[in-house]
């Protein structure tokens, strides 16, 4: 991959659990500021943390420009209401809507639900790629202009430009259409770790940005390659897939730490590598890895959000742009924007009509 | 008297031909509600639910609005521009699942500190059910069996923190759910969000006197409400409950004019944009269930009689007894020689308050003086600026006679209520 394509940034801002919006809208604000594609928040049934989704839309409305990337598992989920969540995200947020497919793979998990016990990581990753399947078919499922407000014939909706989806999947089934209009993005982006085995196929089929857990270059450009095969495979152009390296950050406590670089040994919890260094190494990193067109950008997870974004923002984002590697502002006002990714046009417009097959 | 505000939606009575009519989905059209609704000092705003568009002879019905947006998502948005007014949002408890929804739920009370209300419905039909795992299985007769289960399993789930911030694992081992583990949400602030519930078979209301904060009804007339409020309130004390705990709010229209022969003439004009040529056939349709659309409306009533066992009409509450209603309506429209249109318009009016702004005030002062209500739940027929006349102009004269708060003496949609905090039981 060549240097010059566009450096893309994005982080988390969950951490240790909190419950009140004011810290989740002042760390998407310190983002935005850094002119950030877009926000995380991490999310399981499993561990202390508010519902990460609808502390994004609190977000929403508090902020302009960053993207909203909300964890949304599939294993004990209904896929119409993830699919209608996600589209209604990109309504309140005006476009900047994604969300991070994940699945629950612990017995603990079920239990909560009490519905199915838990099952293997193959499974449930297919089944993850049945929920983004079935998603982006309902947020098709209305056409852009299917509202008409036709005053003459009385009618509010082309019913011609909305169509069931009839969906089967492996473990559920949904008819539709959507009861969300298709959202403003028509399809809020879908984002994939795709570092384990089991969820690289999905990635590759339905993500828009796959995140990978890489320890060199060498290894996360091998990754990215193969998640760009098998994209071409399923018929897909491999150059609107973003793939960012996934990092976990300890920016420490000095302008330099004393040990720069990607730590070994037992490491903090956390996605990605551990990097451990100042603002200025961390942005040497950055530059190292995505000159050599490993990856399109990074996923920074910050150990501590609070003390670590302001560091990224203001240190590395600052150098980076300083050194024109990454944006001063956004040009545009949608996360597919950012990410330099075409609105998606509906794939279900010629294919069906709303008569009901018998 | 409590006051709340309807988003208009997905409902006949929402008029979308009138040129001030605007989205029905940006978030600038909830905003503006809710706001309006918060300037207003109501206690909350209130979003409806449909998990499937509806059908009217095997098509996706095409005459009223159509979509909406998820309303927990739009409710923690909105919680972003409004700071003192209650969130309630409509969710089903038939496809849904306790752990899920009261995480949900406990959020938004978090995220809103302390605004957050749930509607619970209960549908059953396997309509409904084609876009989920669970399908259509459950039995009518089962459905506040689940929601009761629901509802208290959820409320396991609140009080599994300690009210100081401890987390302790819960089980909940019962007929519908048989759950274990630990809730990820700390008490929040309200402690329980509100519950209210919309229904109105005889398991409807017993379910609301055992366990509701609230009931939304649809009895709008002074007759018709106090018969309700008394059957109602006669139902919480077997609960062991006041007649307090339970706030009874019917869902109410309002037209107004400067004058009350003006507002009666408003009305007409609204009456006649809600039921239009096409929506007149419709109306006759879902009692008669068969396709009239060779009728004209502007003549005279089909003299066929209504299909009793007809499945023309999917994701509706039904007409409960057509032939009985289709006497009716030929009844009147031979008494008054009217239309099909004019017996729909004349037959389905739910307009329930209209006259000048005093007259208004008065009226909705008396339903509260004579037991026929505590409050109501505002149904305006456009979007989003159908409070703007109410607000500006019947509330000011509520709060002057002191039937109605003036500031919000409290932060929390329970305080707003009047409804005690719920005891912890640990
Ligand atoms: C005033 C009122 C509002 C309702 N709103 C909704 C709604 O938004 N979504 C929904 O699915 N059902 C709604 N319902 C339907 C009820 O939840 C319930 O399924 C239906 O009334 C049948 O229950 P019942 O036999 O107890 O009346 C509403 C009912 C009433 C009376």
Do not use: C
Request: glycine letters at 10%; charged letters at 25%.
């Amino acid at each position: 991959m060549s240097a010059t394509r566009p450096l893309h940034l994005a982080a988390e801002i969950g951490g240790p659990p909190r419950y009140d919006a004011g810290s989740h809208v002042a760390l998407a604000r310190l983002a935005e500021q850094g002119t950030l594609d877009y926000v995380t928040l991490d999310d399981s049934f499993a561990r202390p943390g508010p519902d990460a989704l609808a502390v994004l839309a609190r977000v929403a409305p508090a902020t302009t420009r960053i993207g909203l990337v909300p964890t949304v598992t599939t294993t004990h989920t209904e896929p119409f209401h993830v699919s209608s969540a996600v589209a209604t995200l990109d309504w309140v947020s005006k476009g900047r809507a994604g969300w991070q497919a994940d699945v629950s793979a612990t017995e603990a998990e079920a239990r909560l639900f009490g519905r199915r016990s838990a099952a293997p990581a193959a499974a449930l990753w297919r089944e993850a790629g049945e929920v983004a399947d079935v998603g982006a078919r309902l947020w098709d499922s209305w056409e852009d202009d299917a509202e008409i407000r036709d005053v003459a014939t009385g009618r509010f909706v082309d019913r011609d430009k909305l169509h069931y989806v009839d969906f089967e999947g492996g473990t559920f089934s949904v008819r539709g259409p959507a009861i969300v209009p298709r959202p403003p993005q028509g399809h809020p982006v879908t984002v994939i770790d795709g570092t384990s085995g089991p969820a690289r196929e999905p990635a590759a089929r339905y993500a828009d940005v796959v995140h990978v857990r890489a320890t060199s270059p060498e290894q996360a450009e091998s990754l990215a390659g193969d998640l760009r095969r098998r994209a071409a495979a399923h018929g897909r152009d491999p150059g609107t897939l973003r793939v960012l390296a996934a990092l976990t950050v300890d920016l420490g406590d000095a302008e330099t730490a004393p040990e720069p670089g990607l730590g070994s040994g037992p490491r903090p919890a956390g996605p990605g590598t551990y990097f451990r260094g100042g603002p200025v190494d961390l942005a040497e990193h950055i530059t190292r890895w995505h000159r050599g067109g490993a990856v399109d950008g990074f996923h920074l997870t910050p150990i501590a959000p609070e003390r670590d974004l302001e560091r990224i923002v203001n240190g590395t984002v600052a150098l980076l742009q300083h050194r024109s590697l990454f944006r001063t502002f956004y040009p545009g006002g949608t996360l597919r924007e950012h990410l330099g990714l075409a609105r998606p046009a509906g794939r279900l417009a010629a294919a069906s009509t709303s008569e009901p097959q018998s | 008297m409590h006051l709340a505000a309807h988003f208009p939606g997905v409902n006949s009575t929402t008029v979308w031909a009138d040129p001030r009519s605007r989205s029905q989905i940006d978030f600038s059209s909830f905003e503006h509600l809710a706001r309006t609704a918060e300037r207003g000092r109501f206690d909350f705003f209130f979003l409806a639910e449909g998990l499937r568009l509806r059908e009217h002879n095997g098509r996706i019905h095409d005459l009223d609005v159509v979509g909406r947006p998820e309303s927990l998502t739009v409710l923690n948005a909105l919680a972003a521009v409004t700071d003192r007014l209650g969130l309630a949002a409509t969710v089903n408890a038939t496809f849904n699942e306790p752990y899920e929804l009261a995480r949900r739920l406990a959020t938004l009370d978090h995220l809103s500190a302390g605004r957050a209300a749930w509607n619970v419905v209960t549908s059953s039909d396997a309509f409904t059910g084609e876009n989920f795992r669970r399908g259509g299985y459950l039995d009518r007769a089962d459905r506040y069996t689940r929601a009761a289960e629901f509802v208290a399993t959820a409320r396991e789930l609140w009080d599994s923190w300690t009210p100081d911030g401890t987390s302790r694992p819960f089980t909940h081992s019962g007929p519908q759910f048989d759950i274990a583990g630990e809730f990820t949400v700390p008490r929040s602030p309200q402690g329980h969000p509100v519950v209210i519930q919309a229904g109105d078979s005889g398991e409807g209301r017993e379910f609301a006197a055992s366990t509701a904060d609230v009931i939304f009804t649809r009895h709008g007339t002074l007759e018709a409400g106090r018969t309700f409020y008394a059957d109602v309130k006669g139902r919480l004390a077997k609960y062991g409950r006041q007649p307090e705990d339970l706030k009874i709010m019917p869902g109410v229209t309002v037209v107004l004019g400067d004058t009350d022969a003006e507002a009666q003439h408003n009305a007409a004009e609204i009456r006649a944009q809600q039921v239009s040529p096409q929506n007149a056939i419709l109306a006759l349709e879902q009692v008669w269930g068969r396709d009239l659309s060779a009728y004209d409306p502007d003549g005279p009533l089909p003299d066929i009689d209504p299909d009793p066992a007809s499945s023309l009409v999917q994701g509706r509450v039904r007409v409960a007894d057509p032939l009985a209603v289709a006497a009716k309506w030929r009844a009147l429209s031979e008494a008054k020689g009217l239309s099909i249109r004019r017996t729909v318009i004349e037959s389905t009016a739910r307009q329930s308050f209209i006259g000048s702004p005093v007259t208004v005030a008065a009226e909705l002062t008396r339903f509260v003086a004579d037991d026929a209500a505590d409050g109501f739940i505002l149904v305006p027929h456009l979007t989003p600026g159908g409070l703007d006349g109410f607000v500006d102009r019947v509330v000011p004269l509520l709060q002057e006679s002191g039937a109605f708060r003036s500031e919000y003496t409290g932060s929390t949609l329970r305080s707003h209520l009047g409804l005690a905090e719920p005891v912890w039981k640990g």
